[in-house]
């Protein structure tokens, strides 16, 4: 394999890492307590707020409160939605479990548990408030809940003989999100003035092993004409442990997103100062033993206010929206106002990405199943760029052909290292090759046309929802692989592969890519230049580099992967053998080129002229 091909293999994947191992920008750290400021502040149109239920005079009592903390109470309360149940817990009344009522979890026994139910620090909805100095934690405090219907939870407590806090939530039957609603009433004659966190979603559920793929915080930020979306990995929240990135007016939402569901806290109505992130210990993670490997990220989010002002003897309100989604375009559209539709990111090459999914759901309906569509799209991709493919081909072998003058260049110039030598080089041996109809730059041509193929179709494959839990074959009850949007893990290993691969399962489709190429490596003719020789034997060892590198891709972009390599490695012997046949390769490839400028040309020798020398050497002998 040519030197130019090696290194179009090393450009494939030195984009693939730009693009997605860095795609999360950090944020910038202008120092202070302020991670980020966003100037100028501009005004922003306030949201409609929700209205919430009234609230009922007869409802039902079920938890008291009595003005402490009762750390023994664990009572549990349960809302829920044709789409979503929400587990709801005392004391703090916080939201302590969300689970997606339509969706599945990765073993298919239990509905998906979007934030799970695992101790933490934080829980969303808890509550922390600073009065006079003072930092109360709500959390620990004992709430009065009551319920003035199946789909409504109202929740109280005090502060002293200063605050009187009401925290309601409503979710309506086919909802999503419940509307939840914070009011503050001030006992005393006295004005005061508050500070409080109140914290969005907290930990997640990381549902996939493909590298970038893993749960991310995110916060919205809106502007005049528009709205921004900010992804934070977990090392970049570590960074930002205890600051706030403040975004006075701006902040849209605060939330928590994985491969394909997001979580989001909005504020109705009055903007927060600013949000806030916190990390746990990554190994107190929960890790949830493979094959899925699948763990419970301990990402906390809050929205902060600073400087409530409450007038004496009044009721201040604030309204939010809690949201637990898949991420589905149409569901995401609804809340493009605050940037959230801006999840669902297909990178660079996002209209590739939608047109892929698009064909594939066209040839889903014809086949039932993706893994054939994913075959099939990558049959007709080929066909596609076979014209290229063999004119690529062809002008390969017309360099093979050439090599031998090429090197007789040279050698002409061998030990001459000016640079209009070189020059002079470079153009002779271009003009051998126009003059033949080569070019050397054509043959990587196919490969450059699937960087943003193959781009396009891992970030469709990997974000999108339908292609979530498909299974490529099934037998029986043995399903390979279990989830087109996940590595296939064929069986899990008694032990842990090490970094890079970090995983306790045996993924057979990187190692098929693998062979697949190697023998596509195999059959290519032997180069006789010591350079290019060198280069063939470093592309060896760089097809164990792509089986560790793809190892834990999705299955679905490796089914790909391996179907376009066995189609073009049975294009390529197709190919050299209807140019063999047409003269152009086969015996004709390894037949030597005589140079022109040093070949000595022997006299035609006709039968006419034979006949004459004959007829002199008999005159001799006479």
């Keep these: 394999m040519e030197r130019k091909t090696a290194i179009a293999f090393v450009i494939i994947f030195a984009a693939y890492f730009l693009l997605f191992m860095n795609r999360q920008p950090p944020p910038q750290q202008p120092g202070g307590d302020s991670l980020a400021v966003v100037p100028p502040q501009l005004p922003v149109e306030p949201q409609p707020v929700p209205e919430?239920?009234?609230?009922?005079?007869?409802?039902?009592?079920?938890?008291?409160?009595?003005?402490?903390?009762?750390?023994?109470?664990?009572?549990?309360?349960?809302?829920?939605?044709?789409?979503?149940?929400?587990?709801?817990?005392?004391?703090?009344?916080?939201?302590?479990?969300?689970?997606?009522?339509?969706?599945?979890?990765?073993?298919?026994?239990?509905?998906?548990?979007?934030?799970?139910?695992?101790?933490?620090?934080?829980?969303?909805?808890g509550l922390t408030l600073v009065l006079d100095g003072r930092t109360i934690d709500l959390q620990t405090q004992a709430w009065k809940i009551t319920a003035p219907n199946d789909s409504t939870l109202v929740m109280e407590t005090r502060v002293g003989e200063q605050l009187h806090i009401t925290k309601q939530v409503h979710i309506s039957a086919e909802a999503y999100a419940a509307d939840v609603q914070l009011a503050f009433e001030n006992l005393t004659a006295t004005p005061l003035n508050i500070d409080y966190t109140i914290y969005g979603p907290c930990a997640m559920v990381e549902e996939t092993a493909a590298r970038g793929a893993g749960v991310g915080a995110t916060y919205g930020k809106t502007y005049e004409g528009g709205a921004d979306v900010e992804l934070i990995t977990r090392s970049d929240v570590q960074k930002a442990e205890g600051r706030t990135l403040a975004h006075p007016d701006m902040a849209s939402f605060v939330g928590l997103a994985n491969a394909h569901f997001a979580t989001a806290l909005i504020p109705r109505g009055e903007r927060p100062f600013g949000v806030r992130f916190w990390a746990g210990p990554e190994e107190d993670d929960d890790a949830v033993p493979p094959p899925h490997g699948v763990f419970k990220a301990r990402l906390h989010t809050g929205l902060e206010y600073r400087n409530v002002d409450l007038p004496g003897g009044e009721v201040t309100k604030h309204n939010f929206e809690l949201l637990g989604i898949p991420k589905d375009p149409e569901i995401l559209e609804k809340y493009k106002d605050i940037g959230l539709d801006q999840l669902r990111d297909l990178g660079w090459f996002a209209s590739i990405g939608d047109v892929f999914l698009s064909i594939l759901?066209?040839?889903?309906?014809?086949?039932?199943?993706?893994?054939?569509?994913?075959?099939?799209?990558?049959?007709?991709?080929?066909?596609?760029?076979?014209?290229?493919?063999?004119?690529?081909?062809?002008?390969?072998?017309?360099?093979?052909?050439?090599?031998?003058?090429?090197?007789?260049?040279?050698?002409?110039?061998?030990?001459?290292?000016?640079?209009?030598?070189?020059?002079?080089?470079?153009?002779?041996?271009?003009?051998?090759?126009?003059?033949?109809?080569?070019?050397?730059?054509?043959?990587?041509?196919?490969?450059?046309?699937?960087?943003?193929?193959?781009?396009?179709?891992?970030?469709?494959?990997?974000?999108?929802?339908?292609?979530?839990?498909?299974?490529?074959?099934?037998?029986?009850?043995?399903?390979?692989?279990?989830?087109?949007?996940?590595?296939?893990?064929?069986?899990?290993?008694?032990?842990?592969?090490?970094?890079?691969?970090?995983?306790?399962?045996?993924?057979?489709?990187?190692?098929?890519?693998?062979?697949?190429?190697?023998?596509q490596q195999s059959i290519t003719p032997k180069a006789k230049d010591p350079q290019q020789q060198a280069t063939q034997k470093m592309m060896k060892f760089f097809m164990v580099f792509i089986a560790v590198f793809f190892y834990n891709l999705p299955s679905g972009l490796l089914l790909y992967w391996g179907t376009s390599s066995a189609i073009g490695l049975a294009e390529s012997v197709f190919v050299k053998k209807s140019l063999a046949a047409a003269n152009l390769g086969g015996t004709t490839s390894s037949a030597p080129v005589v140079s022109e400028s040093k070949a000595k040309v022997a006299p035609e020798q006709t039968p006419s002229s034979k006949s004459r020398k004959g007829k002199k050497k008999g005159k001799k002998k006479r």
């Design 361 to 519: 759901d066209v040839l889903y309906g014809l086949t039932g199943n993706y893994g054939w569509a994913i075959i099939l799209l990558t049959v007709m991709i080929r066909l596609l760029l076979h014209p290229l493919s063999r004119f690529s081909q062809k002008n390969m072998q017309k360099m093979q052909l050439l090599a031998p003058k090429v090197e007789e260049i040279k050698k002409k110039y061998e030990g001459k290292t000016s640079k209009e030598a070189k020059g002079a080089m470079n153009q002779e041996v271009m003009a051998l090759y126009q003059s033949h109809g080569a070019n050397p730059m054509l043959g990587c041509l196919p490969m450059f046309l699937q960087i943003p193929i193959f781009i396009g179709l891992y970030q469709a494959i990997l974000s999108s929802l339908k292609l979530r839990q498909q299974a490529f074959l099934t037998i029986g009850d043995w399903v390979w692989p279990v989830d087109l949007s996940l590595p296939d893990q064929l069986f899990t290993l008694p032990f842990t592969l090490p970094w890079p691969l970090e995983t306790s399962s045996l993924n057979l489709l990187p190692l098929v890519v693998m062979v697949v190429m190697f023998v």
């Design 52 to 125: 919430l239920p009234a609230e009922d005079t007869t409802r039902m009592v079920i938890s008291n409160w009595d003005g402490a903390p009762a750390p023994g109470d664990t009572s549990e309360f349960v809302l829920s939605s044709t789409r979503s149940r929400m587990r709801f817990h005392n004391p703090g009344g916080v939201l302590k479990q969300l689970d997606l009522l339509k969706y599945l979890d990765l073993n298919r026994d239990h509905d998906l548990d979007l934030i799970p139910s695992i101790e933490r620090a934080r829980s969303a909805l």
